[in-house]
């Protein structure tokens, strides 16, 4: 049986619009019989927006303040017992929450924030790879959890949505240790499986109003996409955003590949029931996404001066660098790949390409959008 996705066209950040269009796209995936089954009465439910960094209001960066209230009139429908919380990848998580306005409109409808700091240590049994955790106890221990991911590239992933917006369950710096643990993308998207396996994501609310391309997910240029995406699989809920920012095939994205080989969820457009708005009316053909030289070549890690001829890497702009180190502190190899420099007048991050395991923390967090995704002119011949 195929999976309902609903697909709705929403232009701007209006909360009365957005409100409506949440409304229609649960009326589209069956109704207020569908929603119980989704929230049950007297459930305690955790809304789990993107909160990636502290950024000002209306970010492309993280889940926007105005869908996050529409979101919230919605589900106060249904549930009176609603937290919402984030784990950032730097900073704090309190703070990323009132910088781009969702705490105070989480405060308008008495919904308490969740910093995810108070931790469970838990086992699953039957996963595909991850049988021991540390996952924030109030993700694990929700009835419902509804993921509220922003359309974006990633440097690492290619793509975060629905699926890697739960990697924040994982409690604060205990995520850089997971990038050492997953050197490469398959074992990253396995262990990103079982983590919203364990922590049972019931549902998923994607911000694609203004999504993000390029140099993401932090630092790349905000896109307009006009789109809500809603459903119960998280899978497909992306499949539906990769399709509309242009993927023939989500396999060709780690995650989506290792969701697909292990029937995990469905993330093929043939195997999706689109309600609602048509990827073809939404589609962007040319959003700019992130590279994907290095599933090409497999993982290799263990062959060092072939991996820097052909895998990106992360590449300084030297003239956005503002010495604040932060690269240096989020890198889970450290202290063996950056080294802070003396360089033309100021002090940049040198990177050990040989130690250095392609994860793109650097990237994904450093505040000015001075790390790109560098492609090697091999790699690049390659690839063509
Ligand atoms: S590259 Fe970015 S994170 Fe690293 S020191 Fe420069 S500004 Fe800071
Ligand atoms: S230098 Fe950047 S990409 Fe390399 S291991 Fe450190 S954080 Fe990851």
Redesign the pocket.
């Known amino acids: 049986m195929k999976e309902k996705i609903a697909l709705l066209r929403c232009d701007e950040y209006d909360v009365d619009v957005i409100e409506k269009k949440i409304r229609y796209g649960f009326e589209l995936l069956g109704g207020e019989e569908y929603v119980r089954k989704i929230i049950p009465a007297g459930s305690k439910v955790l809304l789990k927006p993107n909160l990636l960094s502290v950024e000002e209001i209306n970010s492309p960066v993280v889940t926007n303040h105005v869908f996050f209230e529409a979101v919230l009139r919605v589900i106060k429908d249904y549930a009176a017992d609603i937290t919402f919380g984030d784990s950032p990848g730097f900073g704090s998580a309190s703070k990323a929450a009132e910088k781009c306005g969702l705490m105070a409109e989480a405060k308008k409808y008495g919904v308490p924030f969740n910093d995810f700091t108070e931790k469970l240590t838990l086992e699953l049994k039957d996963s595909i790879l991850v049988k021991s955790w540390d996952v924030a106890k109030i993700a694990y221990e929700s009835d419902v959890l509804i993921t509220l991911p922003k359309l974006k590239t990633h440097g690492m992933m290619y793509f975060t949505g629905a699926v890697k917006n739960q990697f924040g369950c994982v409690p604060g710096t205990q995520k850089a240790l997971w990038h050492t643990r997953m050197n490469n993308t398959e074992n990253f998207s396995k262990m990103l499986l079982d983590l919203n396996k364990l922590v049972g994501t019931s549902f998923a609310i994607m911000d694609g109003i203004t999504a993000m391309e390029g140099n993401g997910p932090k630092s790349g240029t905000p896109r307009q996409m006009n789109s809500i995406i809603m459903g119960e699989s998280i899978t497909a809920v992306d499949g539906v955003a990769l399709a509309l920012i242009g993927y023939e095939d989500p396999r060709e994205i780690p995650q989506y590949k290792v969701a697909y080989d292990y029937n995990w969820g469905k993330v093929l457009i043939e195997d999706i029931e689109v309600l609602g708005d048509s990827i073809e009316n939404l589609q962007v053909k040319d959003f700019v996404k992130i590279r994907k030289t290095k599933e090409v070549f497999g993982n290799l890690e263990s062959m060092k001066f072939i991996k820097n001829l052909i895998v990106p890497y992360p590449k ?1 702009v030297h003239s ?9 502190e989020v890198c889970p190899e450290k202290p063996r790949v950056i080294t ?1 420099t003396e360089k033309a007048g100021k002090l ?2 040198i990177f050990d390409k040989n130690e250095c395991i392609r994860c793109f923390c ?1 990237q994904e ?4 959008g ?2 790109e995704i560098g492609e090697t002119f091999l790699g690049k011949l390659l690839m063509k």
């Open positions: 300084l956005k660098c503002i010495s604040c180190k932060r690269c240096a802070m940049v991050p650097c967090l450093c505040p000015v001075a790390l």
